[in-house]
C-alpha cells in the first residue's frame, strides 16, 4: 500500500511518510474549505485570504492526524510493539506496527490512545478559540481554530466506530481478546461486524449517489471498500501466522519432487515430466547435483516448433539464493520472502543437496485446513 509513500521526516525514533494518494485529499479539503466550508462562516472574506486559511486548515488537519497515529505509536513502543513509521493517506494515516500487541490489554490501550489525543487536541482548539475571542483575533483566527477543534472530534468520534481495523474496531477485538484469550477468534467476529458495518456504509453511499449527491456519496462508498479490503487482509494475516507459527519448510515442503535431466528436449520435459505428473516446475538433476529447475512458464517462452530440439540444459535457471530455501528455514519467513519476491516456488537445499521442492500452493493448503478446524 505505501509503494509511493515518501519519507518527510523522523519524530521520536518514527518515519513520517505521506503517501500519494494523501496529495490528493489534501487538494481536495482546501478545495471544499476555501469554496464552502469558510465562505459560509465569513461571508465577508475575500477569495486570497479564504485561500490562505484553507491551507492553513489543511495543514493544521494534517498536524492533528499525525498526532494521532504518534499516539498510538509511542503507546504501542511502550507495550513492546515494534512501529516502524507513521504514513498519512488517501484515508487519513496508520501507525505501521511491525507485530501484533501481546495481549488484549495491550490492544485496547494502543487502540484508545488515538481517539482519546484526537479529543485532546480538539479541546485544545476549542480553549485557544476561547483565548482568541476573549483577546480579540480576527474572525479568521477564530473561524480556523474552530473547525479543527470539530473536525478533531469528528475524527475521534469516527475512528470509535466499530469497523475493524478502525481504533473502534481495535478496541471491540480488545475486548473480546481479553474475555476469550482467543486471538483469531476475536479477530474473526470483529471482521464479521466490521463487515455489516461496512456494506451499510456502502448502501448509504450509494442511496446518496442516486439520489444525485454523487461527490458525498462516492466518500462512504470508497471507505467501505477500504475497510472490507484491510479488515479481511488482517485476519488473513494472523489466520497464516497461526496456521504456520513454529512450522519450518521441511514440514511443508514435498519430498522427493519429480525432477527432469538435463539432457531431456522440451517436448520430453512438458510430455514426461509436466504432463505425466500434473506438475509445472521441476527441479534439474543430473547425477545427484542439483543445476536449478525449470518450469512451464521457462518453457512458453521457446516456441513450439522448437521444442524438439532445445534441451533442459539450454533453458535451465541457475539455483541461487533467489530460488532456493534451507530446509530448515521457517514458514512465517518464507511467507515474508514470497511477499518481497513475489517467488512462488522454491528449491529446499539441505547440506547434501535437493531435498524437496516448497511453493505456496504447500502453505495454502495447509491454511485452508487450519481455517475450516480452528
Do not use: C
Amino acid at each position: 500500500m505505501w509503494g509511493n509513500a515518501i519519507k518527510i521526516a523522523q519524530l521520536r525514533g518514527f518515519d513520517i511518510k505521506i503517501d500519494a494518494s494523501w496529495v490528493l485529499i489534501a487538494a481536495l479539503m482546501v478545495w471544499s474549505l476555501s469554496t464552502s466550508y469558510f465562505p459560509s462562516q465569513l461571508p465577508d472574506i475575500d477569495q486570497p485570504t479564504v485561500l490562505t486559511i484553507s491551507i492553513i486548515a489543511m495543514l493544521g488537519l494534517f498536524g492533528s492526524l499525525l498526532l494521532h497515529e504518534l499516539a498510538h505509536a509511542v503507546v504501542a513502543r511502550r507495550f513492546g510493539v515494534r512501529v516502524s513509521g507513521i504514513t498519512l493517506f488517501l484515508f487519513g494515516g496508520v501507525a505501521e506496527m511491525q507485530t501484533e500487541p501481546l495481549s488484549g490489554n495491550t490492544e485496547f490501550w494502543i487502540a484508545i490512545a488515538g481517539p482519546a489525543a484526537s479529543v485532546a487536541i480538539a479541546l485544545a482548539f476549542w480553549f485557544t478559540e476561547l483565548l482568541a475571542f476573549f483577546a480579540g483575533l480576527p474572525d479568521t483566527v477564530q473561524s480556523v481554530l474552530s473547525y479543527l477543534a470539530i473536525i478533531n472530534l469528528v475524527l475521534a468520534l469516527f475512528n470509535l466506530l466499530p469497523a475493524f481495523p478502525m481504533d473502534g474496531g481495535r478496541v471491540l477485538r480488545a475486548w473480546l481478546w481479553a474475555r476469550s484469550g482467543d486471538l483469531l477468534a476475536s479477530t474473526r467476529t470483529a471482521v464479521t461486524i466490521s463487515t455489516f458495518f461496512a456494506y451499510g456504509l456502502m448502501a448509504l453511499g450509494l442511496y446518496a449517489v442516486f439520489s444525485g449527491s454523487a461527490v458525498s456519496g462516492l466518500w462512504p462508498v470508497l471507505i467501505a471498500l477500504f475497510l472490507l479490503a484491510t479488515s479481511r487482509a488482517t485476519l488473513t494475516q494472523i489466520e497464516t501466522k497461526t496456521a504456520l507459527d513454529g512450522r519450518t519448510v521441511a514440514s511443508l515442503m514435498t519430498q522427493d519432487p519429480w525432477t527432469a535431466d538435463p539432457s531431456l528436449s522440451l517436448s520430453e520435459l512438458v510430455n514426461r515430466v509436466f504432463l505425466k505428473h500434473s506438475i509445472s516446475f521441476a527441479p534439474v538433476v543430473e547425477s545427484g547435483t542439483l543445476l536449478g529447475y525449470v518450469d512451464t512458464q521457462i518453457v512458453h517462452k521457446i516456441d513450439r516448433e522448437h521444442w524438439t530440439t532445445t534441451i533442459v540444459e539450454d533453458v535451465v535457471e541457475p539455483t541461487s539464493q533467489e530460488n532456493t530455501v534451507p530446509y530448515d528455514m521457517m514458514a512465517l519467513d518464507l511467507i515474508k520472502l514470497i511477499q518481497k519476491t513475489g517467488r512462488r516456488k522454491f528449491l529446499v537445499v539441505g547440506a547434501h543437496g535437493l531435498v524437496g521442492v516448497i511453493t505456496l500452493s504447500n502453505m495454502m493448503a495447509l491454511l485452508n485446513v487450519s481455517r475450516d478446524i480452528r
